[in-house]
């Protein structure tokens, strides 16, 4: 599949790339996305939720009524979780949500991501570009110059530069990502990949 390369103002730089097809070409694997999108935010949760068992209730362990001929059910201390204020019965703890995916997996959820957004004609390539001082309207003019600027977009970059993610950090719709640390939610989440050249060769190498 053969796509057309555009420089940031938006024009058609008469060029062509070709999309690797053993990447962007596949068929998707709906299952492995599950997963993958599964595990990616099973690690955003921080896990620190905690509620406090009737051992860790602060109040007298005195118990409150003789053990028979109340003519109701034996009271314990004031903790017990059958009374207003007491602990709670097998309530949440600490925990670590990670778990296992096998690399293999992760590769073809990524790859068929990217190939249902090939499939959708969701993805443009543009020239390699630097901003020469981080500015939201430079980044913001690009956008409506690829016409793009309607969506949620995901530019991404062969590596880091922190002029293009200052001038993109304040628009809401848009994120920046390096092509080695693309990851199969944030291609789904995206409207539209806009793709950079070298980014390409470096989708080839990581996936």
Same mark, same amino acid.
């Given at each position: 599949?053969?796509?057309?390369?555009?420089?940031?103002?938006?024009?058609?730089?008469?060029?062509?790339?070709?999309?690797?097809?053993?990447?962007?070409?596949?068929?998707?694997?709906?299952?492995?996305?599950?997963?993958?999108?599964?595990? !990616?935010?099973a690690?955003?949760?921080?896990?620190?939720?905690?509620?406090?068992?009737?051992?860790?209730?602060?109040?007298?362990?005195?118990?409150?009524?003789?053990?028979?001929?109340?003519g109701?059910?034996r009271?314990?201390d004031?903790?017990?979780?059958?009374?207003?204020?007491?602990?709670?019965?097998?309530?949440?703890?600490?925990?670590?949500?990670?778990?296992?995916?096998?690399?293999?997996? /992760?590769?073809?959820?990524?790859?068929?991501?990217?190939? !249902?957004?090939?499939?959708?004609?969701?993805?443009? &390539? &543009?020239?390699?570009?630097?901003?020469?001082?981080?500015?939201? /309207?430079?980044?913001?003019?690009?956008?409506?110059?690829?016409?793009?600027?309607?969506?949620?977009?995901?530019?991404?970059?062969?590596?880091?530069?922190?002029?293009? !993610?200052?001038?993109?950090?304040?628009?809401?719709?848009?994120?920046?990502?390096?092509?080695s640390?693309?990851?199969? !939610?944030?291609?789904?989440?995206?409207?539209?990949?806009?793709?950079?050249?070298?980014?390409?060769?470096?989708?080839?190498?990581?996936?």
């Open positions: 599949m053969e796509v057309n390369v555009y420089n940031i103002k938006g024009e058609d730089t008469g060029r062509k790339v070709a999309l690797n097809e053993s990447i962007f070409g596949i068929e998707p694997n709906d299952h492995a996305i599950y997963l993958a999108v599964k595990q !990616y935010m690690n955003q949760r921080q896990g620190t939720h905690k509620s406090k068992e009737r051992s860790e209730v602060s109040g007298s362990t005195r118990k409150l009524g003789r053990q028979k001929g109340g109701g059910a009271r314990g004031i903790n017990s979780p059958v009374l207003v204020g007491g602990g709670r019965v097998f309530g949440p703890k600490p925990r670590d949500y990670w778990f296992k995916l096998n690399k293999k997996v /992760k590769a073809l959820a990524r790859k068929s991501a990217l190939s !249902y957004k090939a499939k959708e004609n969701a993805i443009v &390539v &543009v020239e390699d570009f630097n901003f020469e001082a981080p500015k939201t /309207k430079d980044f913001v003019e690009m956008t409506k110059n690829l016409k793009v600027a309607d969506k949620k977009l995901l530019l991404v970059l062969p590596e880091a530069n922190k002029n293009v !993610y200052l001038s993109a950090r304040n628009i809401k719709r848009a994120n920046v990502i390096i092509a640390s693309l990851n199969t !939610y944030k291609v789904l989440e995206a409207d539209t990949l806009v793709i950079t050249e070298n980014s390409l060769k470096s989708i080839d190498n990581f996936c």
